[in-house]
C-alpha cells in the first residue's frame, strides 16, 4: 500500500530536530526515496505533525521537498517556523531638570562671559512638572513550532526619582514640585529634590557664582569680593562676608562679620546679626544686632542698632535707627566724625514719598475717569439713550472710578499712620552705656546735639524741642 510505504519511509529514513528555542523545525532525509516510491505534500505533513510539529509548516517548501527529494538529501531543511514572541519595551523616564554638576558661566549677549553667575540655583515653581514616566509596555508571546506558546519578557518598569519636597500625581506617571524652591537632579541616587533651603557647602565663589532664590539661603563658607546672594527667605552666612552684596526679604546672619571695603552692601526685611561691620551699606526694615563693633559704615534701621559685646563701638559714619541705638562706646578718642540718628525711620520715609507719587497719579485718574463719566451722562440726558457701546463704556468707567476711590482712601490711610509713627518720637533715644567721644553727632527726629566734650554713661533723649544727655540711671 502506497501511504503505508510513503509513512514507513519516512520514519526510517528522515530525522526531524526542534532548534532556535522551539522557533525552527529542521527536516534531514538521509537517502531519496527508492524508484517507484511517490512522496506526497500530505504524507510529508502528516510525518512532521507525528514528529511534534505542529505550527509553522512551510507548505512551499514541502512541496518542492517531494516534487524533487532527490535535491535535499543530507540537507538540513527548515521545514516549520514558529512565531517570535515580542518582547515588552522598558520604562522611560523623561526629566525635565539639569544634572545637579559642573555649571557653566553665563555666556552673555554680546558674546562676553558673566564668571559671577554659573547658573547654580535652579528655581522651579509649586505644581511644575520635573519628570514624566513612561510606562512599559506588556509583551506578546511567540508560539513555537511544537504548538506550546513562547511567553514575551515584559518591558521593565522604572519608579519616578521622587526626593524631598516632590510628589506623584494620580495618573502615577507625573512628578511635580510640591513647593517653590531649588530643584536638585542626582542621578546617582535617582532622586529629584526640591528644597526651600538652599545651601552652599563651601564659599560663594567662582565654582557657585550668584545665587538668587525663592526661599531661604545658608553658606557654610565666605561670600568672597563681588559676588552676590539674593533670597526672599533668610540669608544665614557662616563665615564673613567681604565686600558682597546681600539681600533678604528675611533675617540676615553673618558669623563672622562684615568686611564692606567700602563697597559691601546689605539689604534685608528683618533683623541683620553679625560680630562686626567694617566700611559697609547697611538697609534693613528691623534690628541691626551687632556683637563688637560698627566702623565708618551706613547703617539704617527701621527699628533699633544694638551693639552687644562687652566692648562695643560706633565708630565712624551714619548710623540710623527708628526707635534706638545703643552702645557701650560712641565716637573715638580721635574725634572721629561720627553720626547716629533715630526716630527718623528711614523705611517709613521712604515709604512716604512713594505713598505722595501715588496718591498724584491716582487722583489725576480720578479726575479722568470723572470727566468721562459726566460727559457720557450728559449725553443720555440730552439724547434719552445710550448707544450700547456708550452704555457699556459707562458703566465700567463707573466701576474703574470706585476702584480708584478705594486705592486713594487705602493710601491716605496708611499716610496717616506713618505720620502718626514719625510724629512719635518721645521714645526714641540713644543710650551709651560707657563713654562718648567729641566728633559725635546725636540727632533726633529735625534735632541735632553735637558732642564737644567727652561724656560717660549718658542717654540722648528729646525733650522740649531739644536733644539733651541725660545720665543713665
Known amino acids: 500500500m502506497q501511504p503505508m510505504e510513503e509513512k514507513s519511509w519516512w520514519n526510517n529514513q528522515a530525522k526531524v530536530y526542534i532548534e532556535d528555542g522551539g ?7 538521509q537517502s531519496a526515496p527508492p524508484d517507484g516510491l511517490v512522496l506526497s505534500l500530505q504524507g510529508l505533513c502528516e510525518y512532521l505533525q507525528n514528529a511534534g510539529i505542529q505550527y509553522g509548516i512551510d507548505s512551499a517548501l514541502c512541496q518542492e521537498i517531494v516534487n524533487t527529494p532527490g535535491l535535499y538529501v543530507n540537507e538540513r531543511l527548515p521545514v516549520a517556523k514558529g512565531k517570535q514572541p515580542v518582547q515588552g519595551q522598558d520604562a522611560r523616564i523623561e526629566v525635565y531638570v539639569e544634572e545637579d554638576g559642573e555649571r557653566k558661566p553665563k555666556v552673555l549677549e554680546d558674546g562676553r562671559v558673566d564668571f559671577f553667575d554659573m547658573g547654580i540655583v535652579k528655581l522651579v515653581k509649586k505644581g511644575q512638572v520635573l519628570a514624566v514616566r513612561v510606562p512599559p509596555t506588556p509583551a506578546q508571546d511567540g508560539v513555537a513550532v511544537t504548538g506550546h506558546p513562547i511567553p514575551g519578557k515584559p518591558g521593565r518598569d522604572y519608579r519616578l526619582p521622587q526626593g524631598q519636597n516632590t510628589v506623584i500625581e494620580q495618573d502615577g506617571c507625573t512628578l511635580v514640585a510640591a513647593t517653590d524652591g531649588h530643584v536638585v537632579y542626582r542621578p546617582k541616587d535617582n532622586k529629584i529634590h526640591v528644597f526651600d533651603e ?60 562684615v568686611q564692606g571695603r567700602n563697597k559691601g552692601v546689605i539689604r534685608a526685611g528683618g533683623n541683620l546679626r553679625t560680630p562686626f561691620i567694617q566700611y559697609a551699606l547697611v538697609d534693613i526694615g528691623g534690628s541691626c544686632l551687632v556683637g563688637e563693633s560698627i566702623m565708618h559704615s551706613q547703617i539704617n534701621a527701621g527699628s533699633k542698632i544694638v551693639m552687644e559685646g562687652r566692648r562695643a563701638v560706633i565708630v565712624g559714619g551714619i548710623v540710623r535707627a527708628g526707635e534706638a541705638v545703643v552702645t ?62 456708550k452704555a457699556a463704556l459707562l458703566k465700567k468707567l463707573k466701576i474703574t472710578l470706585e476702584h480708584y476711590k478705594v486705592e486713594e482712601e487705602e493710601l491716605l490711610f496708611r499716610r496717616s499712620e506713618i505720620e502718626l509713627v514719625l510724629q512719635d518720637v518721645k521714645s526714641a533715644h540713644v543710650q551709651v552705656i560707657e563713654a562718648v567721644h567729641p566728633g559725635v553727632k546725636v540727632a533726633i527726629s529735625h534735632y541735632a546735639h553735637y558732642v564737644r566734650d567727652p561724656l560717660a554713661k549718658v542717654c540722648f533723649v528729646l525733650r522740649d524741642a531739644e536733644v539733651r544727655a541725660v545720665p543713665l540711671s
Do not use: C, W
Open 198 to 257: 538652599y545651601v552652599v557647602a563651601k564659599d560663594v565663589d567662582f565654582s557657585v557664582g550668584n545665587i538668587e532664590f525663592t526661599g531661604s539661603v545658608r553658606v557654610l563658607g565666605n561670600v568672597q569680593p563681588g559676588f552676590k546672594i539674593i533670597a526672599e527667605g533668610d540669608v544665614e552666612i557662616h563665615g564673613y562676608m567681604d565686600a558682597a552684596l546681600i539681600e533678604a526679604g528675611g533675617n540676615v546672619t553673618i558669623r563672622g562679620g
Open 23 to 29: 522557533l525552527t523545525g529542521v527536516l534531514v532525509m
Open 328 to 389: 557701650r562706646v560712641l565716637g573715638s578718642p580721635m574725634a572721629t566724625p561720627t553720626e547716629v540718628e533715630v526716630g527718623v525711620h528711614p523705611h517709613l520715609r521712604t515709604e512716604l514719598v512713594s505713598i505722595s507719587e501715588s496718591l498724584k497719579k491716582v487722583g489725576a485718574d480720578i479726575d479722568k475717569t470723572q470727566k468721562a463719566i459726566t460727559l457720557l451722562e450728559q449725553m443720555a440726558t440730552a439724547g434719552g439713550k445710550l448707544p450700547a457701546d
